[in-house]
């Protein structure tokens, strides 16, 4: 069974930087796509960032791209987001997914989930 496990979120002002973590455990991730998805208050869940497990290939909506970095480590099963020059319109809970494919996905159709943590940015 795969489990995802989000840790690093908290409160950061304007400008400030957080890594958020996501230990994945409970099979073979070598043929998986990672991603890190938000969703804010009153709004609908959207894609971050993505990774290939295999490849490392990444993909980043728009409004991340400079400031956010998703990266892998194998050997730790843990999947990262570096997030650089945070905006208060970055507040939500971050969400880290998976789901079967050597690719990257930019959508929220990913199969596994993480219970979330919460990134708050004070202005």
């Known amino acids: 069974q795969v489990q995802l496990v989000e840790s690093g979120g908290g409160l950061v002002q304007a400008g400030g930087s957080l890594r958020l973590s996501c230990a994945a455990s409970g099979r073979t991730f070598s043929n998986y796509a990672m991603a890190w998805l938000r969703q804010a208050p009153g709004k609908e869940r959207e894609f971050v960032a993505a990774?290939?497990?295999?490849?490392?290939?990444?993909y980043y909506v728009d409004s991340v791209k400079g400031r956010f970095t998703i990266s892998r480590d194998s050997t730790k099963n843990t999947v990262y987001l570096q997030m650089n020059s945070l905006k208060p319109e970055d507040t939500a809970v971050y969400y880290c997914a998976a789901r079967g494919g050597v690719g990257v996905f930019a959508d929220t159709r990913y199969d596994y989930w993480g219970q979330g943590t919460q990134v708050t940015v004070s202005s």
């Open positions: 990774i290939s497990w295999s490849s490392g290939r990444t």
